[in-house]
Nanobody, 122 residues
């Protein structure tokens, strides 16, 4: 079973920065993509940023130019550098990993971390 552990959340003032980390352990192979999602109180979980095994990235419009997703495969760690934080970035941030098994008829297996709270004060 893949296990994901996030860290790096906290309280920061608007305009500040935080870096989230997500360490993966277990049978880490056939990774299709990894990413960060967030869920604010009373709202649905939403995509923040993803990165494929090939290195292609995708960002939510609301974070483009402020957040950067990256990964260190040697450390099995995913990062999210968050700059110019805004109060509306306040949410629980979740790490996500998708494994794709099979070639002819591939199946995706999705894993989630427990989340880390990010609070941005105005």
């Amino acid at each position: 079973q893949v296990h994901l552990v996030e860290s790096g959340g906290g309280l920061v003032q608007a305009g500040g920065s935080l870096r989230l980390s997500c360490v993966a352990s277990g049978p880490i192979f056939s990774i299709h993509s990894q990413g960060w999602y967030r869920q604010a109180p009373g709202k649905q979980r939403e995509l923040v940023a993803t990165v494929t095994s090939g290195g292609s990235t995708n960002y939510a419009d609301s974070v483009k130019g402020r957040f950067t997703i990256s990964k260190d495969n040697t450390l099995n760690t995913l990062y999210l550098q968050m700059n110019s934080l805004k109060p509306e970035d306040t949410a629980i941030y979740y790490c996500n990993l998708v494994k794709r098994i099979g070639v002819v008829r591939p199946s995706d297996y999705e894993y989630w971390g427990q989340g880390t709270q990010v609070t941005v004060s105005s």
